[in-house]
């Protein structure tokens, strides 16, 4: 396996980075846990400040984010609304879109009132942020990056309603995956 030695060198290059003070920290993506145990092996400096993962409730990867925290490593998802790569065929699979998911519309009207039409990407994005994990919305748009925002002044998603949105999860949880499906490095074995 060539991948693993190339990261452990990458990762002393990144190392050297931070003790010359050209970073103020480092961190990885798309690690595994198999991933991370394997680096912690020859990390002079550890934990990674962040890695950052797809994750959201067809992706949830739980067991990833619960060894990160475990490791003092900060959880940070993108694609928190779904994903880049699914097709109307993987959507149909998975039940339809996440922003159209009964339990995050459901949650969505439960939070809206006169003042206020709570959408159900901030109720995804409250979802993600009530698991402990930071988010990378995509968005070019001002008036979205501005309701993005405003997810902080939502109430907490109910114990119910985080159960069900996270229930959203396929039996086979590598199915819910929908970014870099189409990336021919995927089907290589980074362990």
């Not at 103020?24 to 550890?46: D, E, M, Y």
């Not at 925002?149 to 819910?176: H, Y």
């Amino acid at each position: 396996d060539e991948i693993a030695p190339l990261r452990a060198e990458t990762w002393r290059a990144m190392e050297d980075a931070y003790r010359q003070g050209k970073a103020r920290s480092i961190a990885v993506s798309n690690f595994t846990i198999q991933h991370l145990k394997t680096l912690k092996q020859t990390a002079t400096l550890w934990p990674p400040a962040i890695n950052q993962i797809e994750s959201h409730p067809y992706y949830p990867q739980n067991d990833l984010i619960e060894y990160c925290q475990k490791e003092g490593i900060v959880v940070q998802a993108y694609a928190t609304l779904g994903g880049q790569d699914g097709t109307k065929a993987k959507w149909k699979a998975l039940g339809g879109k996440l922003l159209e998911a009964t339990p995050v519309i459901d949650a969505a009207k439960r939070q809206s009132n006169s003042d206020r039409t709570v959408t159900p990407a901030q109720i995804l994005l409250r979802w993600a942020i009530q698991r402990n994990c930071a988010i990378v919305p995509k968005t070019s748009s001002p008036a979205r990056m501005k309701e993005n925002a405003t997810i902080f002044d939502l109430e907490e998603l109910t114990k119910e309603e985080m159960m069900e949105i996270s229930n959203l999860v396929p039996s086979e949880e590598s199915e819910g995956r929908l970014c870099w499906r189409t990336e021919p490095l995927r089907m290589l074995d980074f362990s």
